[in-house]
């Protein structure tokens, strides 16, 4: 952490950023992407974001081809790339995702669902253990928004990846929108699944976008995030409040090319606002969605 | 452990991945996890198959393979990606490292003077890809030595502002390596021009550019496409696709050192 008193509100950075973030008088906590950082020894994205995080109130790490729980053994220049970025960025958190993203040989660059029963606990917290004492620090898993279900899946969604950062000391990311969305699609109530989540475990939250497809929600990144998920965001840090309030970094995502770097920090102070003081009239009526100061 | 696979079956995994990436059965039904999963949800598996297509075609279309969509159109692009990807799915951990192959592919599937284009431009674009993307040991902001309105990057997309610095630092690294492999090649032929080469914030070496790549390359320094130069070069030496394409092939090389074209003295200039 690079100060005591560092907003703990942040956005992802991406490339299409660079130039503005640059140009910007100030920077927040920003979130940076592992994978565009390893390969071809980082190139250009390393040589911006070195310079960009600078001047940046914090930094946390994220990942999305860890493969945690695949079966193809993990892959040591990918976690040397890793440690590498953390000795040289010193991010809060670093993280990636509870899922497997390539099989047999194969990538999918899609992060895939895992069968949640007590074999693939065993087999996630041993590959766990074995990336914290690889890198030297703790290791962060978020939850991801799914499509389908297994028939075999015996455990719930926050119960499983909440006894996996118990008995790993993981840490647990989580992904208030990923909860809304797998919630929807498979008829449960988000809130109720969100307090599955062990709460103390928690060191990062992150909120998006998503669409609708077909009758089911997808998890997009390139919209707006919706009013639902922005109230399941506030009441997960009235939770924090009152059982152990901690400062835990929230990083909006937004993948969408098209959208503009400041529109992206009007929705976050929208967000924040909402999330931490409630503040009446800040919803959109025609967008449903905080707005702020009601522009 | 990280080499020891797990002792128990997670065959699904496999098949799904084998499922999403084979491209050829878009019934979810029919895919072999679906006994895995929730009778009420399967139809839901083509999501994560569509979503793949659509990471391997339209995005590599819209960031690697610009100037290939530009020309050709994201629909034939996307569609060449799919039938690529169906024959040879992916390994690389990263998605831009993935299609390596597809310029071959395309020489092996057509034979008219389009597809030798396509083919050639696809090789442009991994060029220069790496070109953008190579790394820079230095770290240093690549403009300070020279003013960059006297700069141009040659790349197949012209129009990229050539004044971003990763761009030039990346092709000052990238220069580096290559740099004796063209001065051997170029000295063979005619040379109407120069490219100066920068690799590192004081050196330079110098490239020649034979005659008939030069209309091509003043096309290209002046803001054309490269579609724009190709069919320049064309008209100028009268030359149908299979002549064209070493020449072309000639040019990316020059394009894969970092040529920072600055003040070329083309045509009369360099004869005076």
């Known amino acids: ?295 | 452990m990280a080499t020891e696979p797990p002792p128990f079956d997670f065959k699904y995994q496999n098949q799904f991945v084998e499922w999403m990436t084979a491209l050829d059965s878009r019934d979810p039904d029919a895919s072999p996890m679906a006994r895995e999963i929730c009778e009420n949800t399967v139809y839901r598996l083509e999501a994560y198959q569509s979503s793949y297509l659509a990471r391997v075609t339209s995005t590599l279309s819209d960031t690697l393979f610009e100037a290939c969509e530009n020309l050709f159109g994201i629909e034939l692009v996307s569609q060449l990606l799919a039938g690529y990807f169906k024959l040879h799915p992916p390994h690389a951990e990263n998605l831009t490292d993935a299609p390596q192959g597809f310029p071959q592919y395309l020489l092996a599937q057509v034979k008219s003077r389009e597809g030798l284009l396509f083919a050639d431009l696809a090789d442009v674009c991994l060029q220069r890809w790496k070109m953008l993307t190579a790394h820079d040991p230095k770290q240093q902001i690549p403009t300070a030595e020279t003013p960059l309105s006297r700069m141009a990057v040659l790349s197949p997309a012209a129009y990229i502002h050539p004044c971003s610095n990763h761009d030039l630092s990346a092709a000052w690294g990238f220069a580096q390596e290559k740099t004796n492999a063209i001065l051997n090649e170029s000295i063979f032929m005619e040379v109407r021009g120069v490219f100066l080469v920068k690799s590192s914030p004081t050196d330079f070496s110098v490239i020649g550019v034979p005659s008939a790549l030069s209309s091509m390359a003043i096309s290209l320094a002046s803001g054309d496409s490269l579609e724009a130069a190709i069919d320049e070069l064309s008209s100028n030496a009268n030359a149908d696709g299979e002549s064209i394409a070493p020449l072309v092939q000639h040019l990316v090389a020059c394009f894969s050192a970092g040529g920072l074209l600055t003040e070329i003295p083309f045509g009369e200039e360099m004869e005076q």
């Open chain 1, 1 to 295: 952490m690079k100060s005591a008193t560092f907003d703990s509100w942040g956005v992802g950075l991406r490339a299409k950023h660079f130039q503005d973030w640059h140009a910007a008088s100030s920077i927040p906590m920003l979130e940076i992407m592992a994978d565009n950082l390893i390969h071809h020894e980082g190139g250009p994205a390393l040589w911006h974001t070195s310079r960009i995080v600078e001047r940046a109130a914090a930094v946390v790490l994220h990942g999305v081809a860890m493969n945690i729980g695949g079966t193809t053994p993990l892959s040591l220049n990918y976690l040397a790339g890793i440690q590498k970025l953390i000795e040289r960025f010193k991010p809060l958190v670093v993280s990636d995702h509870l899922c497997f993203s390539q099989a047999a040989g194969l990538q999918s660059y899609e992060l895939l669902p895992l069968i949640r029963s007590r074999e693939t606990l065993e087999h996630v917290i041993e590959r766990v253990d074995f990336v914290q004492q690889f890198l030297g620090h703790q290791f962060t898993l978020e939850n991801i928004s799914a499509y389908v279900a297994y028939k075999d899946n015996s455990i719930p969604d926050g119960d499983f990846l909440s006894e996996i950062a118990y008995r790993s000391g993981c840490g647990i990311l989580l992904d208030v929108n990923n909860v809304f969305v797998t919630s929807k699609n498979f008829n449960l109530d988000p809130l109720d699944e969100l307090k599955r989540f062990d709460l103390n475990a928690v060191n990062q939250i992150h909120v998006a976008g998503h669409s609708l497809k077909e009758d089911f929600l997808f998890d997009t990144h390139d919209s707006q995030v919706c009013t639902d998920v922005w109230d399941l965001l506030r009441k997960t840090l009235e939770t924090f409040e009152v059982c152990n309030y901690r400062r835990v970094p929230v990083i909006l995502e937004n993948d969408n090319s098209e959208v503009i770097l400041s529109d992206l920090l009007n929705e976050l102070e929208a967000g924040k606002k909402f999330c931490l003081f409630g503040t009446p009239g800040t919803t959109s009526e025609s967008s449903g969605r905080p707005t702020a100061n009601g522009n």
